[in-house]
């Protein structure tokens, strides 16, 4: 099993930064990816990003392309969202996820085995 724990949310105005922690416990050396998904309120959840835990390779989703960058320290276990340029849109509770399947895609919901508890991300105007 593999714990994954958010922090790094809070307030922010249109136009501003955050950056999202996601720190991994547990079974890490089953970490094959990991990513992050949000979900507003009234929708669905949404793929963020995510990141190939050896390789590196990222992908986005096409609404956070050149505002959110996706990274990952392996000998620290942790992961990080650095999100700029924040919009009202952006407000949702943001979900660390990770995965032990490397055959999987990116960006699909049931491609991850583990999920955080969820950090809430609110942009004011």
């Known amino acids: 099993q593999v714990q994954l724990v958010e922090s790094g949310g809070g307030l922010v105005q249109a136009g501003g930064s955050l950056r999202l922690s996601c720190a991994a416990s547990g079974r890490t050396s089953s970490i094959v990816k990991m990513g992050w998904f949000r979900q507003a309120p009234g929708k669905e959840r949404e793929f963020v990003a995510a990141i190939m835990w050896g390789g590196g390779n990222t992908r986005y989703a096409d609404s956070v392309k050149g505002r959110f960058t996706i990274s990952r320290d392996t000998a620290k276990n942790t992961g990080w969202l650095h999100m700029n340029s924040l919009a009202l849109e952006d407000t949702a509770t943001y979900y660390c996820?990770?995965?032990?399947?490397?055959?999987?895609?990116?960006?699909?919901?049931?491609?991850?085995?583990?999920w955080g508890q969820g950090t809430q991300v609110t942009v004011s105007s």
């Open positions: 996820v990770a995965s032990r399947s490397p055959w999987s895609a990116m960006a699909v919901v049931t491609a991850y085995d583990y």
